[in-house]
C-alpha cells in the first residue's frame, strides 16, 4: 500500500500590520520629539556630586563661553498659551521697552517678522543695537555672527538704576506675561548659569554680581555629574 503524501503548507508570516504599527510609533515619535537645538559655543560644565535637574521649562539659561561671552536661552511651559515661542517674543517687546527708555538717544524698533524670527532663536546674544540687523540674516550667517559676535553686553555694574543690557535683558524675562517663569525665578529654579570649566571665576563672579544687584538673589549653576572614579 503506498504512502499517503501530505502536503506541505507553506511557512509564510503576514508583516503588513506590523509595519503599520512601525510607521505609527516612528511618526508619533517624530511628532512629539523635541529635538536640541545648537548652542552658540561648546561649554563643557565641570563636574560635581548634585544630583538635582535643570528643570526643562520655565528656565532662563545665561551661557557663558570659555573667553567670557555672555548668551541667554529661554524656555517657557510646554504644550500651554505660555510657550517659548510666545515668552520669547514678548521679553524682546519688553526688552525695547525697558531698552529705550534708558537710551533713548539711540532706540531700536523690530519688524513683525523680526519678533516672529526671534521667537524661533533658543540662544541669542547681540547687543541691542545690532540685534535687528543680526535677525535679518540667513541663518547659517547668523550662527557665525553669534559665535563671532562679542555676546550681550555686560560689566561690573552696582547701579540697579542704570542697568547694563544683560540685567535689562534679566528683567524682562521676570516681567514677562510667563507668570509660571516669575515664579520660578523668584523660587530660584528659574535662572541657571551654564559656564564652561575653563571660564576664569572672575568672569562667572561678574555675572552673579549683576544678578544680586537686580535682586535675583536665587540661581543655580548647572554641572555635570561626577563620576565614582573622579
Known amino acids: 500500500m503506498g504512502k499517503v503524501k501530505i502536503k506541505k503548507k507553506e511557512t509564510r508570516i503576514d508583516m503588513t500590520a506590523m509595519s503599520d504599527v512601525t510607521v505609527l510609533l516612528l511618526t508619533f515619535f517624530m511628532l512629539t520629539s523635541t529635538f536640541l537645538q545648537k548652542e552658540p559655543v561648546t561649554v563643557i560644565t565641570p563636574p560635581s556630586v548634585s544630583e538635582e535637574k535643570v528643570p526643562s521649562e520655565n528656565l532662563l539659561s545665561v551661557l557663558i563661553s570659555p573667553e567670557g561671552k555672555v548668551y541667554l536661552e529661554v524656555l517657557g511651559d510646554k504644550d500651554s498659551t505660555m510657550k517659548s515661542e510666545v515668552v520669547r517674543e514678548d521679553i524682546l517687546k519688553n526688552m525695547v521697552a525697558r531698552y529705550n527708555e534708558l537710551r533713548p538717544s539711540n532706540p531700536v524698533q523690530f519688524t513683525k517678522q523680526q519678533y516672529e524670527t526671534f521667537s524661533k532663536l533658543n540662544a541669542f546674544g547681540m547687543?541691542?543695537?545690532?540685534?535687528?540687523?543680526?535677525?535679518?540674516?540667513?541663518?547659517?550667517?547668523?550662527?557665525?555672527?553669534?559665535?563671532?559676535?562679542?555676546?550681550?553686553?555686560?560689566?561690573?555694574?552696582?547701579?540697579?538704576?542704570?542697568?547694563?543690557?544683560?540685567?535689562?535683558?534679566?528683567?524682562?524675562?521676570?516681567?514677562?506675561?510667563?507668570?509660571?517663569?516669575?515664579?520660578?525665578?523668584?523660587?530660584?529654579?528659574?535662572?541657571?548659569?551654564?559656564?564652561?570649566?575653563?571660564?576664569?571665576?572672575?568672569?562667572?563672579?561678574?555675572?552673579?554680581?549683576?544678578?544680586?544687584?537686580?535682586?535675583?538673589?536665587?540661581?543655580?549653576?548647572?554641572?555635570?555629574?561626577?563620576?565614582?572614579?573622579?
Open 127 to 230: 547687543p541691542m543695537k545690532d540685534m535687528a540687523k543680526w535677525l535679518d540674516m540667513p541663518v547659517d550667517e547668523r550662527d557665525k555672527q553669534l559665535e563671532a559676535g562679542p555676546g550681550i553686553p555686560i560689566n561690573m555694574n552696582e547701579d540697579a538704576s542704570n542697568p547694563n543690557e544683560f540685567q535689562m535683558w534679566v528683567q524682562a524675562a521676570y516681567n514677562s506675561l510667563d507668570v509660571n517663569l516669575k515664579d520660578a525665578i523668584v523660587k530660584g529654579t528659574g535662572i541657571a548659569i551654564k559656564a564652561d570649566q575653563t571660564t576664569p571665576y572672575s568672569v562667572v563672579n561678574v555675572v552673579m554680581d549683576n544678578l544680586q544687584t537686580i535682586k535675583m538673589n536665587k540661581f543655580s549653576l548647572m554641572t555635570a555629574l561626577k563620576s565614582e572614579e573622579d
